[in-house]
């Protein structure tokens, strides 16, 4: 009787054996390959464990005000977002990666042309600083650099303190790029304070930029009846990820921004 009851059991543990375990399968839904497309701008680069790391802080001393002026030289003005501001160097924003600061001054350069650039600190007030920046443009000029030969670019709140510098400036010739900054609290802010553009105003802002950028149609045909704005161009990118092309040097929009700023 105990054997038969030893083999049973023994045939028991022999099936047990032989049955497949489950295969534990996840609950969660993972995101379509042509949904993670769709949201990688351009020429980017798929983010891994080790380039998602913050880039170290770098020596912006090289894009500093130039202490001798070379007449002959291009000069271009880089206003950075408002992230830069909070978070210092390097900044990461959640959805749209860091803020490529130091790539983005390194590109420009590439072009030959001499970049000027610094942080700001935080909480910057936009108008006074657009104020600092108009007296180095006036600086350039009365040293006899030409005006087509300055170019302020500005990126988000850079872009507002952009608009403010060629309000000041009211030189016809010096050529400005706004980037993600005509929304319409932006556009009613600035008609309301008859706000003008002067000079020559290129406005690029991505079609998914939904919450900080849009057409800044309005303020151009604002400052087109104040008879100060030359020449104005506008270009609305479809790369997809909103205000996520300013924190990348992408071709897109650096391509137009140097010739732009060659163009006379």
């Avoid at 054996?17 to 993972?30: F, G, H, K, Q």
Wanted: net charge negative; with cysteine.
């Amino acid at each position: 009787m105990k054997m038969q009851k030893l083999l049973m059991v023994l045939l028991a543990i022999v099936f047990v054996s032989c049955v497949p375990l489950a295969t534990a399968t996840s609950t969660e839904t993972p995101m379509p390959t042509a949904t993670l497309a769709s949201i990688r701008p351009t020429n980017s680069v798929v983010l891994t464990s080790t380039s998602e790391q913050p880039s170290p802080v770098f020596d912006l001393s090289k894009f500093s005000f130039p202490k001798s002026i070379d007449t002959t030289k291009h000069y271009l003005f880089y206003i950075h977002g408002r992230i830069i501001e909070e978070q210092g160097i390097p900044a990461m924003d959640p959805v749209f990666g860091e803020y490529e600061y130091q790539p983005i001054l390194e590109r420009f350069s590439s072009y030959g042309v001499v970049v000027i650039s610094e942080q700001r600190v935080k909480n910057t007030d936009p108008i006074e600083y657009a104020k600092r920046i108009q007296e180095q443009v006036t600086t350039l000029l009365n040293a006899g650099v030409p005006a087509t030969n300055i170019t302020v670019v500005g990126a988000s709140k850079g872009a507002f303190i952009a608009i403010y510098v060629s309000h000041f400036l009211e030189n016809q010739e010096i050529k400005f790029v706004i980037m993600g900054i005509c929304n319409s609290e932006i556009v009613a802010d600035l008609k309301q304070n008859r706000i003008f553009l002067y000079g020559k105003v290129l406005s690029i802002y991505d079609s998914a930029d939904y919450q900080y950028g849009g057409s800044c149609e309005e303020v151009f045909m604002l400052s087109e009846g104040n008879k100060g704005l030359s020449r104005y161009d506008e270009i609305v990118l479809n790369i997809g990820t909103g205000h996520g092309i300013l924190y990348k040097p992408l071709d897109e929009w650096i391509t137009p921004v140097i010739q732009w700023a060659r163009d006379p």
